[in-house]
């Protein structure tokens, strides 16, 4: 019988620097026949990282559009930041992309994705039209996650120097271990709390695990977004015998 192959690439999100940030393993499809949750799960399994992206184009939509899973190594997830921004990224550089512009249809509803400028250290344009070799971000559009209310007692005591601080990023670890070394749908619920706290709407997060990584973070209140950019860099890529 004859084996078909699956594209995939894995990158590194919220970094410009290989083996820094957060790796997620990215598979582009070209149909779902025979590719099924199960195989998926154990995809998702071989790769043993944090998420595993599966892409599968489709044409519901007059901009470049894809369906978007996520796969922990245990179990699927209705969102994941890093994932979604590796995906973006391989699509872009990989000239499946043409445009600026991706929308993703996911458990989450339809995320869009937008190639940005960069325009200074910290700075982004508008949404940059041409994908040759330029230094680009990629922003999430993102949904709003509520914080919910925890036992004071849990809650560590912050320094009075806290109002001068851009973001802190607190993170409950496991066996010594970050869960996630930098998490972009956590930053959906960090974001609007801390941008009540401090009064500001833009914020830049420095998510402090052994790998470490940086999201610059926008608040719309008004439509319940949260817009988080940062880089990605492509350190694999090959094929899966399927």
């Given at each position: 019988?004859?084996r078909?192959?699956?594209r995939y690439?894995?990158?590194?999100?919220?970094?410009?620097?290989?083996?820094?940030?957060?790796?997620?393993?990215v598979?582009?499809?070209?149909?779902?026949?025979?590719?099924?949750?199960n195989?998926?799960?154990?995809?998702?399994?071989?790769f043993?990282?944090?998420?595993?992206?599966?892409?599968?184009?489709?044409?519901?939509s007059?901009?470049?559009?894809?369906?978007?899973?996520?796969?922990?190594?245990v179990?699927?997830?209705?969102?994941?930041?890093?994932?979604t921004?590796?995906?973006?990224?391989?699509l872009f550089?990989?000239?499946?992309?043409k445009g600026?512009v991706i929308?993703?249809d996911?458990?989450s509803?339809?995320?869009?994705?937008?190639?940005?400028?960069d325009?200074?250290k910290?700075?982004?344009?508008?949404?940059?039209?041409?994908?040759?070799?330029?230094?680009f971000?990629?922003?999430?559009?993102?949904?709003?996650?509520?914080?919910?209310?925890c036992?004071?007692?849990?809650?560590?005591?912050f320094?009075?120097t806290?109002?001068?601080?851009s973001m802190?990023?607190v993170q409950?670890?496991?066996?010594?271990?970050?869960l996630?070394?930098v998490?972009?749908?956590?930053?959906?619920?960090?974001?609007?709390?801390?941008?009540r706290?401090l009064?500001?709407?833009?914020?830049?997060?420095?998510?402090?695990?052994?790998?470490?990584?940086?999201?610059d973070l926008?608040?719309?209140?008004e439509?319940?977004?949260v817009?988080?950019?940062?880089?990605?860099?492509?350190?694999?890529?090959?094929f899966?015998m399927?």
């Amino acid at each position: 019988m004859t084996r078909r192959s699956v594209r995939y690439a894995v990158v590194d999100a919220f970094t410009d620097t290989p083996f820094k940030g957060n790796p997620a393993a990215v598979c582009l499809l070209e149909e779902e026949a025979g590719l099924n949750d199960n195989w998926m799960q154990n995809v998702a399994k071989e790769f043993n990282i944090s998420e595993t992206a599966f892409l599968l184009p489709s044409n519901a939509s007059s901009k470049p559009r894809f369906r978007l899973r996520w796969f922990t190594p245990v179990a699927e997830v209705k969102l994941c930041g890093h994932a979604t921004l590796a995906s973006a990224h391989f699509l872009f550089t990989s000239g499946v992309v043409k445009g600026d512009v991706i929308e993703f249809d996911t458990l989450s509803g339809i995320l869009v994705t937008k190639k940005m400028q960069d325009f200074g250290k910290l700075g982004f344009a508008e949404p940059c039209s041409n994908g040759n070799g330029e230094s680009f971000s990629i922003e999430l559009d993102f949904p709003i996650i509520q914080v919910v209310d925890c036992v004071s007692e849990e809650m560590p005591s912050f320094p009075e120097t806290l109002n001068d601080l851009s973001m802190v990023n607190v993170q409950k670890t496991s066996n010594g271990d970050l869960l996630d070394p930098v998490c972009g749908s956590a930053h959906c619920a960090l974001a609007p709390y801390w941008s009540r706290k401090l009064g500001k709407n833009n914020l830049m997060a420095y998510q402090a695990s052994p790998r470490c990584g940086i999201l610059d973070l926008q608040v719309d209140e008004e439509r319940s977004r949260v817009l988080i950019r940062g880089k990605a860099v492509t350190v694999m890529e090959g094929f899966l015998m399927v």
